[in-house]
């Protein structure tokens, strides 16, 4: 698996909010405020060629020993679901209480 660094910033297409580069200087593939993400990536993280373009929403976390906390997204429009790790600027407390409202 070849993977393609993009630390870039864009303005999200779904809550329209600034994102800033990740400040790790990791690849940054979601939004920090509302956790979406677009579906971009085909067959390695950071290839660009889906042509799919599908709206990734947050639906599940996961833990990683070595990877720490992940956000799980799923494509929209297609269902691919993808593992993300957790940004240090992630809106992420938000997400976990809105998952245990759903869980309850």
């Known amino acids: 698996m070849t993977f393609v ?6 303005e999200c297409e779904w809550c329209f909010k600034t994102v800033s580069v990740h400040p790790e200087g990791s690849a940054r593939n979601h939004c920090p405020h509302c956790l979406c993400s ?6 390695n ?3 660009r060629s889906s042509v ?4 990734m929403t947050p639906v ?3 833990y990683r020993k070595n990877k720490w906390y992940m956000i799980k997204h799923m494509c929209e429009r297609c269902g ?3 593992l993300n ?8 407390l938000k997400f976990i209480k809105q998952l245990n409202k759903e869980r309850l």
Do not use: R, Y
Request: net charge negative; glycine share 6%; proline share 6%.
């Open 52 to 55: 799919c373009h599908g709206k």
């Open 60 to 62: 599940d976390m996961d």
């Open 5 to 10: 660094m993009h630390n870039e910033s864009f």
């Open 85 to 92: 790790k957790v940004a240090p600027d992630d809106d992420f």
């Open 45 to 47: 993280p950071g290839d």
């Open 38 to 43: 677009k579906h971009v990536d085909d067959t």
């Open 80 to 82: 691919k679901t993808i």
